[in-house]
């Protein structure tokens, strides 16, 4: 109706000049023309019905439509999480902080998490949950890079308050990834987070992509986001650079972002690693769109570290743009909800309950291998004091932050690249293998070929053009060894551990004389390690549902 009405204005006025040849009357008749045609732009995109019928149905509450997806859990296991949706939500402006948005973001990201590894079979949940959802055009961007990501893309064209929209849905897969894990490490000598900034400037350019694939006005495009883990910094840089498009500057100031809605933006992620400097996000004013949800006893966000647990001058300041939302900042009444949610799992093969509280284990030799043994009538320790203690414990040394400062680390990116990317990489049946000969090599270690090792370790200096795995025979053995075992001998392989190695102790150096020289830092190493498996199970998302499920008594 509106571009009709628009186009007989439009014939109506030069018929009628035609007729009139009179130019006084033509600069008066232009006048409200112009203005008329001024006002039709970002916001005010809608049918003007007489009769009010159509304005009636526009006004209608959405009909909620209300899913199940199932997820992997420790073990090969999965979990299954209902899910909730009103479009309803999307008429409330994106700064407003809505936990029914935060429930839904939550869902789609479980819904992405492989249970196999292969993306194309296993990742057909968000396809059958965005179809649900009446939403077009599902598509899959697979990454192709090691930093990139794999983001599922779909849109709905809606009626919000008589203006016609796209939500456009931005999922970030965060989960089943592989060769990313070298991203992730990939910190940069200088400035905000060099693997994720890549990955985000990828998946930016994705969307982009798309939403002009789509002919996706973005004065009338709404945009949830969302990710988990290494996705969900991903997500949150990429927020951050549409937020700061629309201020007027940043990477994409000069791209359709830069018409963009700042209260159209819905950011919102979970287990979020900190991915740029302190110094980028106090550029941006206006970012309360993106809010983040970290759990204090995951050890993820810790990296990359912040300005309160580092040294003044060492480059490491990082923080996120948007609202941090501690999950276990909580009243008991929380806690204790969380635990039952933990309990009412019944998944035999791991207790969920051990992401909350472990045992303080103590680092022993007793019968000449290393093992960690329960302490003597020692307390349960809650994870979150654990992580803190240990980190602030080694970060608070002026001499560690001065000594690891970014540039060093910087020296060392190929080979943690390499290590990564190999790992991750590996099949499940070589995986599993490699990981049972990593087991069975440590626990045969006897405490002379330990010290052998540690003392090769310390005394590990920045590689030259003659340095060579031959400089650290106790570790070259021991690592062929374990390689050896795992079945894993071809020479390529063999050949790139080989010259990784020095690169690899050199860093490692650092972390270990500090640490071994702090008695405090090395009591809490024997809890952590004793622990690992408890407390990365933190990380995963039953516990973080936990958390979300349990907050909701407390809203």
């Not at 009709?4 to 009139?20: A, L, M, P």
């Not at 006048?31 to 049918?47: A, E, K, Q």
């Not at 935060?102 to 079979?121: G, H, I, K, M």
Request: glycine share 6%; net charge negative; aromatic share 14%.
């Amino acid at each position: 109706m509106k571009n009709f009405n628009f186009f007989i204005t439009v014939v109506f006025y030069v018929c009628y000049i035609v007729y009139n040849h009179d130019m006084k009357n033509i600069i008066k008749l232009f006048i409200p023309f112009l203005l008329t045609s001024c006002l039709v732009g970002c916001g005010t995109n809608y049918d003007d019905n007489s009769s009010g019928s159509s304005s009636e149905k526009e006004e209608e509450k959405s009909v909620p439509i209300s899913g199940e997806v199932t997820y992997p859990t420790i073990g090969g296991q999965t979990q299954k999480i209902k899910y909730s949706y009103n479009e309803d939500v999307f008429k409330t402006e994106s700064v407003n902080y809505s936990q029914e948005i935060r429930d839904l973001a939550f869902s789609l990201n479980l819904s992405s998490f492989s249970v196999s590894s292969d993306y194309e079979e296993a990742d057909m949940q968000p396809f059958q949950v965005a179809t649900a959802l009446g939403y077009k055009d599902p598509y899959y961007s697979f990454d192709e890079e090691i930093d990139d990501c794999t983001v599922f893309f779909a849109h709905k064209p809606v009626t919000i308050s008589r203006t016609n929209y796209d939500i456009l849905l931005v999922l970030i897969n965060g989960w089943s990834y592989k060769r990313g894990w070298a991203s992730n490490f990939t910190i940069g000598e200088s400035g905000d987070h060099e693997g994720f900034i890549i990955s985000a400037d990828n998946v930016e350019q994705k969307i982009l992509s798309y939403m002009n694939d789509k002919q996706m006005d973005a004065c009338n495009t709404k945009i949830l986001i969302t990710g988990y883990s290494r996705a969900a910094a991903v997500s949150n840089i990429i927020s951050g650079h549409i937020d700061e498009a629309i201020a007027g500057f940043g990477p994409l100031k000069d791209t359709t972002f830069k018409n963009f809605d700042y209260k159209n933006l819905y950011a919102y992620t979970f287990a979020t690693p900190a991915g740029i400097l302190s110094e980028t996000r106090a550029r941006l004013e206006n970012q309360n769109n993106i809010f983040n949800f970290i759990l204090g006893n995951d050890v993820v966000p810790y990296v990359a570290p912040s300005k309160e647990v580092t040294t003044e001058g060492s480059g490491w300041d990082f923080v996120r743009y948007g609202t941090d939302y501690y999950l276990d900042n909580a009243e008991e009444s929380v806690y204790n909800k969380a635990q039952e949610v933990f309990d009412s799992y019944e998944i035999s093969s791991y207790e969920y309950k051990a992401a909350i509280k472990v045992n303080p284990k103590n680092i022993s030799f007793s019968d000449g291998t290393l093992s960690f043994v329960d302490m003597e009538d020692g307390e349960p320790i809650v994870v979150t004091e654990l992580y803190k203690n240990f980190f602030k414990g080694l970060t608070s040394s002026e001499e560690f932050y001065g000594d690891v400062t970014r540039t060093k680390l910087n020296e060392c990116k190929d080979a943690v690249r390499w290590l990564l990317v190999f790992a991750f990489s590996l099949d499940e049946v070589t995986r599993t293998a490699l990981l049972e000969a990593i087991k069975s090599q440590f626990s045969n270690l006897g405490i002379i070929k330990i010290l052998a090792i540690v003392t090769e370790i310390k005394g590990a200096e920045k590689p030259t053009a003659e340095t060579t795995s031959e400089d650290y025979p106790t570790v070259k053995s021991f690592l062929e060894s374990i390689f050896d075992e795992a079945g894993i001998i071809d020479e390529t392989t063999i050949k790139d551990l080989n010259d990784n190695i020095p690169y690899i102790l050199y860093l490692l150096s650092k972390v270990v004389t500090y640490t071994l020289n702090d008695i405090v830092n090395f009591r809490y190493i024997g809890t952590l390690i004793g622990n690992i498996s408890s407390t990365f199970v933190s990380h995963f998302p039953d516990v973080y549902r936990a958390w979300i499920e349990a907050s909701k008594v407390s809203a």
